[in-house]
């Protein structure tokens, strides 16, 4: 399952998602995607079937999105002001013991101190 971070979210949340033997890929890494607008990533995601992981919330607006496409989303609601570290460990804590299935046709929104999951359309 391939994970794909977003631009607004820092790239050493990819290596969270490695370590817990997950394919993961930065937009920021990847020439054609760096800088463009949510369509052309939303895009990407569908055609690979990655799970996109972001801080934005526009990517749940099923009046923006076809979220019938979409393969899996995790929104990660925390502070800005939150330390790299504490960000870290605490979307470590919520993917750990978790398989491809779980994120399958579901939105995941991790916050400090929880976890919801709801299904895609």
Do not use: H
């Amino acid at each position: 399952m391939l994970f794909l971070v977003d631009e607004n979210t820092t790239s050493s949340i990819r290596t969270v998602f490695e370590e817990n033997g997950f394919e993961a890929e930065c937009v920021k890494d990847i020439k054609e995607l760096r800088g463009q607008p949510d369509e052309v990533i939303f895009n990407y995601a569908v055609a690979k079937q990655a799970v996109i992981v972001t801080k934005d919330l526009g990517f749940a607006n099923p009046l923006r999105f076809d979220l019938t496409k979409l393969f899996g989303l995790v929104i990660l609601r925390f502070p800005n002001e939150i330390s790299l570290e504490t960000l870290r460990k605490a979307v470590k804590e919520s993917i750990e013991g978790m398989r491809g299935e779980d994120f399958r046709k579901k939105i995941i929104t991790v916050e400090p101190g929880s976890v919801r999951s709801r299904q895609l359309p």
